[in-house]
């Protein structure tokens, strides 16, 4: 069972802002998925490899050209905050 | 016109008995008067859509055109498409124009076919119910007090009211088949990796794929055969040649082997959606197809492994949402930290919230193994459950989902019982399998029951064949909703 | 009290690619910001990877060069965390099942060999960059760098000074030149190196470690290292206890201090990335790998060490593959073969001269085939090597071909014994108090003879032959 704190941490790690209403609703709801998962958890799964993909099929790869143009004006078009052909956000501290 | 199928479209357009620009126009006119009944449609342009009809009328006029050119088609607003709004069901991406085209979208503007409008979608395409849209619940055109089934609500809805001829879907857990079922209307989800999820907007990209909602398996076929084939641009997306979905529908069903899984008529299954699911097989024996019993012994274990997985790959995937690039930024913030979290509690909602925080949590430090390590070994066991099953048959039958459409608002509280709900869609796509729903009867309040077919892998021709069986017997494909008639 | 550093690096190496890891955009250092980004590279939605054949192969080059094992199927996962340089909110990394583990590196501290044992190196994404106050109080973001293929390069924690750290960062920098696959440059940031370092009392399990940032030159690496090792030691005899955390290294104070960026505890939340499969790589690729590979530095090293060379001069050749190359070629080209001579020359007077123009010997305006004609001449005795020096001053400015040039200016030495034998005859009767001095056992006389003796001949004398004539006589 998760503890507010935990919520908390998550939502920070998501980058996610939570009033305390919707914290403890979340603590709930989520309480409730993890519950429903833990069916299976239970299940024994030894020896069973993990499967990351529904095909098993290896990568293709792609040639070494540069096949893209500038579209900087179009993409930045977009853009909440560009300056100067930058992106802009509040001032880093490194 | 609104009832004719995509061949009849086609035919009359070929024969310029009608104009593209009078086909769309039509289905326009239709949309603004079903729109605030509906809400199917998150953004329409009439004068782009007409645009783009009058160049398909001149490419039909000049001879040799596509037979789906000047067909207008509705998208799932998760395909990007060049000039197009694409909003993904979002506040975050509620002004973002999308500045390339979605391969499927490439795919269809190359055929001449014409973009209708976006539909309306649950956020990110996380719903079941399409309650989850920022843009409001869509409604289920039989009864508009009633759900269309989530995630790809809109196109479902935009089909069963006649208001577009065919729309595009993505399946990721259900979100084709289940609407389709609750709107009774033929949806398929094809195999994994059939159809590119370029220009996709992603939400779990190990299960998400695209597929189409229509009147009938033929219309279902004539989308596929556009939409599927192979694309560099997405190294999940299969190097093989598809198939002759339309040529191939006639095939019949004498000899096939069904197989019905014994798990999935169990208490879970609502009795007014068993009766017309055994009915429909029973119709299919009779055709010549023998039954035989399969088993997916893990099945119950689906929804668990989906809610692992499925949320892990999508806290990932929606990170990109950030107020950096593009998409919605917060108005008010302070430092860098600060921006991020506001930009992204304002512009999600909250089962995207809740789904962000279940997917960090299973992939967090000291929890990985026990959640998402588990669930891709369930996933494993999901997957070799129906390889086994097809030792036994051709394809299984069963519900698309355990109950008809239920009223807007009244499993939004429960959200568990929700996903709990998607216990025979998801499997399939975990597995990676294509599937399909097709209608087959009414259920309680007259509200329509779905007939899933889950095929092996890359069987779309054998499946729509199947489907297109069925519809050739019976004519269940072909009601629609008195209100929108 | 006796304290043990332990050092491990990782470096990042850019990797010479036209395009970048998993899109199609250039790679070309400078342009304008924002301009050579894809959707790909901005994380549009709908976006997807598709990875760069050349990333792969020149992984598998490095894995080849320091002896690692090439997996035959590795994996990409994504390390998600939130920064403005990262688009898609995570960087395409490979954590479980790396292109390269194992293999090492031989390096050089002082006249002491040693190695040093690699973990690992993946493949990865590099982020954009951050440029600081581009406006007033914001942070601007430019993405051209964002996507550019990185080969993550991890040694074990087999270090245990900063001499070896950097003796180590200079093997591998000029290793990642050789085989062609990072082009080095520190200043435009394709080679650069972060440090974990810890302290503890010999024979102690080990300390806790810091990791240190931003060290884009060797100096820095080591003056990092040193100021780090200081801090720590420092700490834990005050009683104290190292917090493991990133630091940044500030080259204005020479100190190290923590990143405020990183302060957050990091749960990178690793998972395979759904959007690429894994990447199988054949035996057969390995081979057409390894056939097109140029001979590696170690393995001439110790060639060149069979040629009875020093350690120090056989190190110092095979610092880059243009100069081990230029070595080879004029070794071959000389008829009179001294390769412990030819090494001098070409780590001395050679190196001297292209440093002076800022070349290196890729772009030698002397040939191979020129240098060894000087070398010859200098072991035939036609040149002094101080007219040998002049000689190659002037090939490099390009006065034209070694024989040419000694003929115009007149340098060729006098070995000829008897113009020689008249020098001598003269030099003896005209300084008869220097043959007295030397008589009388003062042996700085003999050589205030043979200076005589040059300096009648205009320096051109050949030395040697200059002194026997000289014993030969004073012993008469």
């Known amino acids: 069972m998760l503890s507010l704190e935990e919520i908390h941490r998550l939502a920070r790690l998501a980058r996610l802002e939570l009033s305390v209403a919707e914290a403890d609703d979340m603590r709930a709801q989520i309480n409730g998925i993890l519950a429903m998962v833990d069916e299976m958890r239970a299940v024994d799964t030894t020896g069973v490899a993990p499967m990351s993909h529904p095909q098993e099929v290896t990568q293709r790869l792609r040639e070494d050209r540069v096949t893209e143009t500038d579209q900087r004006e179009l993409f930045h078009s977009l853009a909440p905050e560009v300056e100067d052909g930058l992106y802009l956000v509040p001032k880093v501290i490194e | 016109m609104h009832n004719a199928t995509l061949t009849e479209l086609s035919r009359r357009l070929h024969a310029k008995e009608v104009s593209s620009v009078e086909v769309a126009g039509y289905f326009l006119e239709r949309i603004r008067a079903a729109s605030t009944q509906l809400n199917a449609f998150i953004t329409v342009d009439e004068e782009k859509t007409l645009a783009q009809a009058r160049v398909a009328d001149a490419r039909i006029a000049q001879g040799g055109a596509h037979r789906l050119a000047g067909i207008p088609i509705a998208h799932k607003d998760l395909f990007c498409a060049k000039g197009w709004r694409t909003t993904c069901g979002s506040k975050i991406l509620e002004n973002f124009v999308a500045p390339y085209d979605a391969h499927v979208i490439e795919r269809f503007n190359a055929a001449g076919a014409v973009i209708l409008g976006k539909t309306n979608m649950d956020e990110f395409a996380m719903g079941s119910s399409n309650e989850n849209s920022y843009f409001g619940p869509v409604k289920n055109p039989w009864d508009t007090r009633a759900v269309p089934g989530g995630s790809s609500g809109g196109s479902a809805a935009a089909v069963a009211s006649r208001i577009a001829p065919a729309a595009t879907g993505t399946d990721t857990g259900g979100s084709i088949r289940q609407p389709a079922s609750f709107t009774g209307v033929s949806g398929l989800r094809p195999t994994y990796g059939r159809v590119s999820r370029y220009g996709m907007v992603a939400f779990a990209s190990s299960l998400d794929q695209a597929g189409a909602l229509a009147k009938s398996a033929e219309d279902l076929a004539m989308m596929l055969d556009v939409m599927a084939g192979f694309d560099a641009r997405d190294s999940t997306c299969m190097e093989r040649p598809k198939d002759d979905y339309v040529g191939g529908l006639a095939r019949g069903v004498k000899g096939l082997r069904i197989g019905v899984p014994r798990e999935y008529f169990s208490k879970d299954l609502a009795r007014d959606v068993g009766e017309p699911i055994l009915a429909a097989i029973d119709a299919y024996r009779r055709q010549g197809a023998a039954v035989v019993e399969v088993s997916l012994p893990n099945q119950h274990l689906s929804v668990p492994a989906y809610y692992v997985l499925a949320p892990a790959e999508a806290s990932s995937n929606l990170a990109r949402y950030d107020g950096v690039r593009y998409g919605h930024r917060a108005a008010e913030y302070g430092d860098l930290l600060d921006m991020y979290c506001k930009t992204r509690a304002q512009g999600f909602g909250a089962e995207a919230k809740r789904r962000i925080l279940i997917g960090t949590y299973v992939l967090s430090h000291g929890y990985y193994d026990a959640y998402y390590l588990k669930a891709q070994q369930i996933r494993r066991l999901i997957a070799r459950d129906f390889s086994e099953a097809f030792k036994a048959c051709d394809v299984i039958m069963g519900p698309a989902a355990p109950c008809v459409a239920y009223d807007i608002g009244a499993k939004i509280t429960d959200c568990v019982q929700m996903y709990l709900d998607d216990l025979y869609t998801i499997p399939i796509n975990l597995a990676g399998l294509p599937g399909m729903s097709i209608p087959c009867g009414f259920g309680d309040r007259a509200r329509p029951v779905g007939l899933q077919i889950v095929g092996n892998y890359w069987s779309e021709a054998l499946m729509l064949s199947v489907a297109h069986a069925y519809q050739q017997a019976t004519d269940w494909h072909t009601r629609m909703p008195a209100a929108f008639a | ?476």
């Not at chain 3, 598709?50 to 598998?60: C, D, M, Q, T």
């Not at chain 3, 005589?452 to 008469?476: D, F, H, W, Y």
């Open chain 3, 1 to 476: 009290m006796n304290w043990e550093v332990v050092i491990g690096l990782e470096t990042h190496a850019q990797l010479t690619t036209a395009s970048k890891i998993f899109s199609g955009a250039s790679t070309r250092f400078g342009a304008s910001p924002n301009t050579q980004v894809s959707a790909i590279d901005l994380a549009m939605p709908g976006t997807l990877p598709v990875l760069n054949k050349g990333a792969v192969e020149r992984a598998i080059r490095f894995g080849l060069a320091v002896g690692g094992t090439i997996a035959p199927l590795s994996a990409f996962e994504r390390k998600n965390y939130f920064y403005p340089d990262l688009p898609k909110g995570y960087q395409i990394s490979q954590y479980v099942q790396p292109v390269v583990t194992g293999g090492g590196l031989a390096i050089v501290v002082g006249d002491k060999d040693g190695f040093v044992p690699l973990t690992r190196a993946h493949l990865e994404e590099d982020a954009g960059k951050l440029l600081h106050d581009a406006v007033a109080g914001r942070s601007g973001v430019d993405l051209n760098r964002a996507g550019t293929p990185l080969l993550e390069i991890v040694t074990e924690p087999a270090m245990r000074s900063a001499a070896e750290a950097v003796a180590y960062a200079k093997a591998l920098h000029s290793l990642v030149r050789w085989i062609g696959i990072c082009d080095g440059n520190m200043q435009e940031g394709s080679f650069r190196c972060d440090a974990n370092v810890s302290v503890r009392r010999r024979g102690d399990p080990l300390g806790t470690r810091c990791e240190i940032k931003n060290l884009n030159s060797f100096r820095f690496l080591e003056k990092a290292i040193e100021f780090e090792v200081r801090r720590q030691v420092e700490l834990i005899g005050d009683g104290g206890r190292v917090v493991q955390e990133t630091r940044l290294f500030d080259p204005d104070r020479g100190e190290t201090r923590p990143m405020r960026s990183k302060e957050d505890a990091q749960d990178y939340r690793y998972f395979p990335d759904p959007d690429l499969l894994p990447v199988a790589i054949a035996p057969q690729w390995i081979e057409e790998v390894r056939r097109s590979m140029p001979a590696l530095p170690e393995a001439l090293r110790r060639d060149f060490l069979g040629y009875g060379m020093s350690p120090y001069d056989a190190a110092l050749l095979t610092e880059s593959r243009e100069k081990a190359e230029f070595f080879r070629a004029s070794l071959a080209a000389t008829k009179i073969s001294q390769p412990v001579s030819l090494a001098h020359w070409v780590n001395g007077e050679m190196s001297a001269l292209l440093n002076e123009r800022n070349l290196d010997f890729a772009a030698s305006p002397v040939a191979p085939r020129d240098f060894a004609r000087l070398h010859d001449r200098v072991q035939d005795s036609t040149l002094s090597s101080k007219a040998a020096k002049e000689v190659l001053h002037a090939m490099t400015a390009g006065e034209g071909d070694p024989d040419a040039i000694i003929e115009r200016k007149g340098l060729r030495q006098i070995s000829d014994s008897g113009a020689l034998e008249e020098a001598v005859r003269e030099a003896l009767a005209a300084n008869p108090k220097l043959v007295e001095d030397y008589r009388a056992g003062k042996e700085k006389a003999f050589n205030a003879l043979v200076g005589q003796v040059m300096k009648a001949t205009k320096g051109k004398g050949n030395p040697q032959e200059v002194s026997r004539i000289l014993r030969e006589r004073l012993a008469s």
